[in-house]
Structure formats: C-alpha cells, structure tokens
C-alpha cells in the first residue's frame, strides 16, 4: 500500500493526462475512525486523503470497500466531510464492493447485497446520497 503522497501524485498524473476515463476508487477507508473530521487513519493516511482520492479530484466518483458494517459507517462520516470541506457536495457513491465470492465458504464477509444496503442506511439519513447503482462482487482465479 502506497502513502497518501504517492497516490495523490499517481491521480492527478492521470488527471493531467487528459484522458477521457473517469476514475473509480474502489477503495477501503484506510482506517480511518467513525467520527467526524479529518482524522488519521492507517498507514500516514488521513480522512482528507481518502476523501481526496474517492471524490475530492475532478474525475474522482466513490465504489468503496463495504466488507463489514464498520466500513459504511466511516464512509458516512467521510461524506459528511465531503459537504464541510473542499468542493462542499455530497459524494455521489455509484456503488458498493465486496469480495464474498472470492473467500472460501462460509463468507464472514458482507455479500454485494449486504453491502450495497449498508451502504445506502449509512449515507443516506444526511447529507447522503440516493443513486447508488452498484453492488460489485470480487473474485480471483487460483
């Protein structure tokens, strides 16, 4: 896992590229705790980071990690620091992501349908956002 730096460097790199792609961040929260703020997270990480690389950016749009209840509850948290700081707009989540299908059974991880529901009780009560269109599911081939 790179710091915060390298990744910063790495998105706006792209940015500045021109591309026409849109960048999803599928990404956890770093650690971050469930509160308000711009705290510190895991790994020299903190929530204006996270908050930096899922929406922050111009061409950044959030598909989080949602692997237990925790991770959306932080991202509400992370959302409302989205309407308090930088661009001052909600985040607009297009998804949720799991990883159940890629873990021998029995999964102690959220399914996509547990995640995606997650998601959307933890950001929608406010600010929030209601046009979730997502539920990805990873797996890999062994």
């Known amino acids: 896992m790179s710091g915060p730096g ?3 460097t790495w998105l706006n790199g792209f940015i500045a590229a021109g591309t026409s792609y849109n960048v999803f961040d599928f990404a956890g929260n770093a650690g971050c705790p469930a509160q308000t703020g711009n705290n510190a997270c895991s790994n ?3 929530t204006d980071d996270v908050w930096y690389m899922a929406w922050g950016s111009s061409d950044s749009n ?4 949602i692997y ?5 509850t932080v991202w509400y948290y992370i959302d409302v620091y989205a309407t ?3 661009n001052n ?3 607009n989540f297009v998804g949720s992501t799991s990883e159940c299908a890629a873990v021998t059974p029995p999964c ?5 349908d547990q995640a995606w529901s997650q998601l959307y009780d933890a950001v929608n009560p406010t600010p929030g956002d209601t046009n979730i269109q997502w539920s990805i ?3 890999w081939d062994t």
């Open 6 to 8: 390298h990744a910063r």
């Open 44 to 46: 020299g990480w903190h």
């Open 89 to 91: 707009t909600a985040m």
């Open 108 to 112: 102690t991880q959220n399914t996509p």
């Open 68 to 72: 237990q209840q925790l991770n959306a």
């Open 62 to 65: 959030p598909l989080p990690e």
């Open 137 to 139: 599911n990873f797996t």
């Open 84 to 86: 308090n700081h930088g």
